[in-house]
T-cell receptor, first 117, second 113 residues
Framework: DTEVTQTPKHLVMGMTNKKSLKCEQH?????MYWYKQKAKKPPELMFV???????INESVPSRFSPECPNSSLLNLHLHALQPEDSALYLC????????????????FGNGTRLTVT | QKEVEQNSGPLSVPEGAIASLNCTYS??????FFWYRQYSGKSPELIMS????GDKEDGRFTAQLNKASQYVSLLIRDSQPSDSATYLC?????????????FGTGTQLKVEL
């Protein structure tokens, strides 16, 4: 079992729906990440939060809106998605996101399988 | 040039053999290197990290790093069918605004009975 918990495991939503993905970790990590992964492709970075502040946004469309309420929680709010947004959404955490990430590998959650109809 | 490159495979090895997975990267300033294993439909799982030139061994796994050649590899000894998965090489790249882990496309390994 992973120490990064994501809910829900599966989500089916229409293009007009609003939904949220949730992620929680209790390892005391100060950096949290959202990745998107399509079939047979590597994970693609979407957002990074470091010490609860957004530090990287990889030019993600505004229909994806991240939120970090505290150091243990990370949300991804979804609105007006397109069918091509269907993918596995992975949350990850690491000790920090400093100048050197020695001994700071990513720990992934089990992911949310999102289908947009 | 892609930042992190891997052969997509599939790499097929017989059970009990050594599987050798390779990865090259473009950023000479990279300091941290990771190997993740991903089973189909599951999330990536960290299996090795390496930061210094040379070899690092953990059980049946050995990671090798050569910063001069910008090359990192993973050896799996005594390969088992349960090792069949996609292996992702990940390299930490300093963007100036923070570190970003960049993944290769992954190598699919098949261990055959």
């Amino acid at each position: 079992d992973t120490e990064v918990t994501q809910t829900p495991k599966h989500l089916v939503m229409g293009m007009t729906n609003k939904k949220s993905l949730k992620c929680e970790q209790h390892m005391g990590h100060r950096a949290m990440y959202w990745y998107k992964q399509k079939a047979k492709k590597p994970p693609e970075l979407m957002f990074v939060y470091s010490y609860e502040k957004l530090s990287i946004n990889e030019s993600v469309p505004s229909r994806f809106s991240p939120e970090c309420p505290n150091s243990s929680l990370l949300n991804l709010h979804l609105h007006a998605l397109q069918p091509e947004d269907s993918a596995l959404y992975l949350c990850a955490s690491s000790q920090d996101q400093g100048r050197s990430s020695y001994n700071s590998p990513l720990h992934f959650g089990n992911g949310t399988r999102l289908t947009v109809t | 040039q892609k930042e992190v490159e891997q052969n997509s495979g599939p790499l097929s090895v017989p059970e009990g053999a050594i599987a050798s997975l390779n990865c090259t990267y473009s950023d000479r300033g990279s300091q941290s290197f990771f190997w993740y294993r991903q089973y189909s439909g599951k999330s990536p799982e960290l299996i090795m990290s390496i930061y210094s030139n040379g070899d690092k061994e953990d059980g049946r796994f050995t990671a090798q790093l050569n910063k001069a050649s910008q090359y990192v590899s993973l050896l799996i000894r005594d390969s088992q069918p349960s090792d069949s998965a996609t292996y992702l090489c990940a390299v930490d790249i300093d963007t100036g605004g923070g570190n970003k882990l960049t993944f290769g496309t992954g190598t699919q390994l098949k261990v055959e009975l």
